[in-house]
């Protein structure tokens, strides 16, 4: 055997290159078969759990049983949910073999065989059972299925002893292991639902203690779901949390406020928090469950704007922005870095609030790291289909910054009438100095005779026809020609 694998890291490069390549029986027969790979390779197939029962089926076989439901529906795949029971008591004995592959643990989700909660747990946080259960733990949670797990609930017991915890997602935590979670020295990402009756529980406490400093000290992305703003504001103001990344997804019921409410009060907990001069990523989706949002209502950008470190903002908001010329000239001053703006892809959009190709050249050449952009845009101003007219005087500039645009990758747009398609299309292939994938949005028509669509359809055909073949002629050499 060579030297160099003898050397441990080089063991997991290899170990980790065939646990990605092949299947994880070769990494149990390396195991079993050299003991000078044993260890490696018994850290790199225990890595990442799918499931905590498989650690209670690493103990004798005498000990545990997989029983399958004769009831209920099938799972998916077409297979019969079975449950993990005990036999008899854990001895320390079990505890040994337990204990020599829980530390090799460092990622837990929640799928494969349920456990018997009720008999397992108790055994689990017996006074013989290992403190932690998941020593090495960095990675915990599933968002589709940790709520189901009663292993989880039981994790919540002992959560702040998971002190090498930097991931966690967990749609629902109770308020008190949050208050756990907040004193995790390494935790850096965090995915929670926040419940409504947070705030009242924060607002129940005694005055903010100095224990509490400083509370989730390491975080630097939150992703909150839920249906309660005021849980999220009250969350954000307690904390103090200086953020580089938060995305929120709230739906609201009937009577809360409206989107535009909730933009102005979110961007004052963040103004008057550390996330002031920290973030750097920003994604709000809501969903009005309620009708809370009464005909005219708008949104606007300008509360966002203190921001000024923003380089990524996703707004997807049943409440229409208004987004104009001098929208988009207060984005320029404010984020010259943005590299991704997403507005409403799928509408809506209002008919009397717009942008002009005048402005979307402006955006482009004051924000040149713009790689991902969404917005209503009106193409009225390009009124003729003149081949000898300079394209950039449609939007009253001369053509000249052959730099303008240059990251720009996807750009979505919408909901306006295109009369003149080949005008447009010479347009783009003018100011873009390369080929852009450009997608057309319009939203559902207003009324079942709306015909917008069709026609925003039809033109934007057009359009993007004429624009795949001005660059091709580009790539092959030639001149744009009318």
């Known amino acids: 055997m060579h030297q160099a694998l003898l050397i441990e890291e080089i063991q997991l490069c290899v170990f980790n290159h065939i646990s990605g390549r092949l299947s ?13 790979f044993t260890e490696a390779a018994l850290n790199v197939l225990w890595c990442d759990l799918r499931s905590f029962a498989k650690l209670i089926q690493c103990m004798p076989q005498d000990l545990w049983t997989v029983e399958s439901e004769t009831s209920g529906e099938r799972e998916s795949g077409g ?16 505890w040994a073999f337990f204990r020599k592959y829980s530390r090799r643990v460092r990622s837990m989700g929640s799928l494969g065989v349920k456990i018997d909660g009720a008999g397992i747990l108790s055994l689990l946080y017996s006074p013989s059972a290992p403190t932690p259960l998941l020593p090495n733990l960095t990675s915990l949670g599933d968002q589709h299925s940790t709520s189901r797990s009663n292993v989880f609930e039981g994790l919540k017991r002992s959560i702040s002893r998971l002190q090498n915890l930097k991931t966690i997602i967990w749609p629902a935590l109770g308020s008190k292991t949050i208050m756990s979670l907040a004193q995790l020295p390494a935790l850096i990402h965090v995915t929670l639902n926040l419940q409504p009756n947070f705030s009242a529980y924060i607002e129940s406490l005694p005055p903010r203690s100095s224990m509490l400093k400083p509370a989730f000290s390491r975080m630097h992305t939150l992703t909150i779901t839920g249906y309660s ?7 954000l103001d307690y904390f103090n949390v200086h953020l ?8 609201l019921p009937s009577g809360s406020p409206s989107p535009a409410t909730m933009i102005q009060r979110l961007s004052t907990a963040l103004g008057s928090s550390s996330s002031r001069d920290t973030l750097h990523r920003l ?8 009708g809370s949002n009464p005909p005219g209502t708008t949104c606007e950008i300008g509360p966002l704007l203190q921001f000024h470190r923003l380089e990524y903002l996703d707004l997807d908001l049943q409440c229409p922005f208004i987004v104009n010329d001098a929208t988009l000239l207060a984005i320029c001053g404010a ?9 409403n892809r799928g509408g809506p959009w209002l008919s009397d609030s717009y942008a002009t190709p005048s402005g979307l050249v402006t955006l482009l050449e004051r924000c040149p790291k713009l790689e991902f952009l969404s917005l209503p845009l009106d193409f009225s101003s390009i009124d003729s289909d003149d081949s000898d007219s300079d394209p950039m005087s449609f939007a009253g500039y001369k053509a000249h910054d052959t730099g303008r645009g240059a990251r720009l990758q996807d750009l979505v747009l919408g909901p306006f009438i295109i009369t003149h398609p080949h005008a447009v299309a010479k347009f783009f292939a003018t100011i873009l100095p390369g080929p852009v994938r450009i997608t057309m949005r319009w939203g559902e028509p207003a009324e079942e005779d709306d015909t917008r669509p069709h026609q925003v359809g039809a033109g934007w055909s057009s359009t993007e026809t004429i624009y795949r073949k001005f660059w091709a002629d580009v790539r092959n050499g030639d001149k744009l020609e009318g």
């Open 24 to 36: 994880k029986r070769t990494l149990a027969a390396l195991a079993r078969t050299c003991q000078t």
């Open 229 to 235: 703003l005021r849980s999220l504001i009250v969350f």
């Open 244 to 251: 580089e990344n938060l995305k929120i997804a709230l739906k």
């Open 79 to 94: 297979l019969k949910p079975s449950t993990l029971k005990l036999h008899r008591p854990i001895t320390p004995s079990d």
């Open 283 to 290: 994604t709000v989706r809501l969903r009005d469950l309620g």
């Open 335 to 343: 984020w010259p870095n943005i590299s991704t703006l997403l507005i």
